[in-house]
């Protein structure tokens, strides 16, 4: 069932990279499990505040369906995700950084490790960066011993490709 849209939610979605991990998908549908198994209880929670009559003046009746909402919401969402996912496989091949590689670079001074995934698992913080982002768009394709050039927010520095897994 397709829930329709208020206005404060429309123009609010992004295209959502689909490629995801095992993992990721596997925690997709234990989440959809869950929110599918309190659909019944909010459902019901709808109907019994509803039986307490004018629907304008109820309070309880109006958090209760914005609950369902939202919840329906997200359990649309989450189908999307799972229905649209392409699963990263493991890398066998680690000669070419690719979707599920991990790099490691390094330049004069440091030396940095990234995993490099889809937009949805993104965590730069943890070393997890998206194969659109600008290091990720830089590593994808590269072999071990090519450079790369990297801008930051303040210079553009040259990093070697040291190690693939």
Known sequence: MQVPKRKSEQG????VDPHITQEKF??????LGRMMASRPR??????TYAANGDFSENAEYQIAKGKLRGLNRRIDETKDKIHSAIIIKPKTDSDIAGLGSTVTIKSDSTQKTYQILGSQQACPEQGIISQNSPIGAQLIGKRVGESVKIKTRTAEKEYTI???A
């Open 12 to 15: 609010t979605q992004r295209e």
């Open 26 to 31: 596997d925690e997709l549908k234990a989440s």
């Open 42 to 47: 909010l459902a019901k929670d709808v109907q």
């Open 162 to 164: 040291i190690r693939i």
